[in-house]
Nanobody, 124 residues
């Protein structure tokens, strides 16, 4: 059983930065993709960034150049460095894992393990 625990959310002014972390346990990193998703109130959950077991990354267009996904295999931790934050980045951010993945896709429906989420609020 994979367990994912996010941390690092908070409130920040527009233009600021935050780094989210996701501590993972109970999995091996072969054929796994890890991803960050976000959901604002009343809106659908959207993929933000993903990384596969080979370290390949994939980003949603709305975060390219501002967000960076990375992972530390020794610590079993996934990160999302978020720079130049905008008010529209305000959402609950979720960490997720796909246990049968060969490309870092952003399709939420295929991710079978999810964390509880961490709130990010960006004020103007």
């Amino acid at each position: 059983q994979v367990q994912l625990v996010e941390s690092g959310g908070g409130s920040v002014q527009a233009g600021g930065s935050l780094t989210l972390s996701c501590a993972a346990s109970g999995y091996t990193d072969s054929a796994y993709c890890m991803g960050w998703f976000r959901q604002a109130p009343g809106k659908e959950r959207n993929g933000v960034a993903a990384i596969d077991s080979d370290g390949r990354t994939n980003y949603a267009d709305f975060v390219k150049g501002r967000f960076t996904i990375s992972k530390d295999n020794a610590k079993n931790t996934l990160y999302l460095q978020m720079n130049t934050l905008k008010p529209e980045d305000t959402a609950m951010y979720y960490c997720a894992a796909d246990s049968n993945c060969w490309f870092p896709h952003l399709g939420a429906v295929e991710y079978n393990y999810w964390g509880q989420g961490t709130q990010v609020t960006v004020s103007s």
